[in-house]
């Protein structure tokens, strides 16, 4: 059992992030800062982040979700519509590194929180909006959610590309939201970083839609990156039918040949000789447009032996493969047992669950797990109180969030 309220160490420790962000793109990003030391105050109102309610947790408002993207984190629960609590915001901006958001833009000002109310308050405020769209398009200040971008940005279309299914369809992950959350992380560290060397604080803008379109385009714009095109869009080798993984005497395979080398010996198992001799794959151009019917033929070898027996025989030849896990065998999986990637706590509200480890490395600034995800408003007095309230102005303040 992993302990908790250990002292943070990470290269973050010593930030102040005011987290006024919700559902998962938002806290996606603060918890990997928080996982590196940052001092994630989370600002929540109502019944808290809607993350809070799906899943069977013993515990109302303490779901899976929600677990799994507010540990390290302190929840403040204020109703910034009231001016006591937005008041008491304000001081709470005043000391911070960083300002981090998803609220709706005209949301932000209506409440006197937008970049220049809150650059009034603190100069030096490094202040991130993560947002559905950007400004600058017609699309500004659109909602925007995970499905809804996996469809703008093109990504729906990738599966009828593979299966020929005209239907377009979402991947079954929230990979649009965690994207734009990784881009939100880096993009407010590199303005901690600008802040730290030149002392100035500035407006990041972190819009879902262009920053998951990026990462989809990276490969998939592919012979479309020409003027004019030169091809198809879509990486060939990424949209092939074929590409997936290979079936075994007794289970699945997953097999990556990719060096020249790695392709012929794979076809040495299966009795084909000078494979790269064929016009059709003699170079890696010619390979990769060609790809599906190597696919195919790497499907027919793999039919032959059991998973065990690819595993000793693609290890001795250097050949990339791991066997295909289902879900729920990633949580036994060996690697991850002796890394300890699945790390089991005991939340007071939940009882046991697990927790995913940080999956990077730091030799001298270790990220960790601090604490766990907290319940609606646990730090509350805490944090007022160090803002130098009263025990009557607190009380004032809490009285007035539940009018």
Known sequence: MENKNESAKGPLSGVKIVDLST??????????????????????????????LP????????????????????SLKLELKNPKALA?????????????????????????LGYDAVKA?????????????????????????????????????LLPRVDGNPAPRYVPSLIADKTAGLHAAYATMAGLFHKERHGE???????????????????????YSFVPPRGNIAYDRSIDPNRRPFKTLNGYISI???APDHWQRIMDFGGIDNILDDPRFSTFEIRTKNIGILYGMVEEITKTKTSEEWFELLEEIGLPCMRVNRMEEVLDDVHLQQTGFFQQRNHPDVGDYLSVKHPVKFSATPASVRNDAPSLGEHSVEILSELGYSEGDIADILRSDKQ
């Open 23 to 52: 559902i998962v793109f938002g806290p996606y990003g603060s918890q990997i800062m928080a996982d590196l030391g940052a001092d994630v105050i989370k600002v929540e109102s109502g019944h808290g982040d809607n993350m809070r």
């Open 55 to 74: 899943g069977n947790s013993p515990k109302r408002g303490m779901g899976p979700l929600y677990l799994a993207l507010n540990r390290n984190k302190k």
């Open 88 to 112: 008491a915001m304000r001081k709470l901006l005043e000391d911070a590194d960083v300002f981090y958001t998803n609220v709706r833009k005209a949301g932000l000002e209506r409440l006197g």
């Open 121 to 157: 308050i603190n100069p030096s405020i490094v202040y991130v909006h993560c947002t559905g769209f950007g400004e600058d398009g017609p699309y500004g200040g659109k909602l925007a959610y995970d499905d809804v971008v996996q469809a703008a940005s093109g990504f729906a279309d």
């Open 201 to 223: 604080g500035q407006f990041i803008e972190v819009p879902m839609f262009e920053t998951f379109t990026s990462f989809h385009m990276i490969e998939n714009l592919y012979d």
């Open 256 to 258: 990556v040949p990719y």
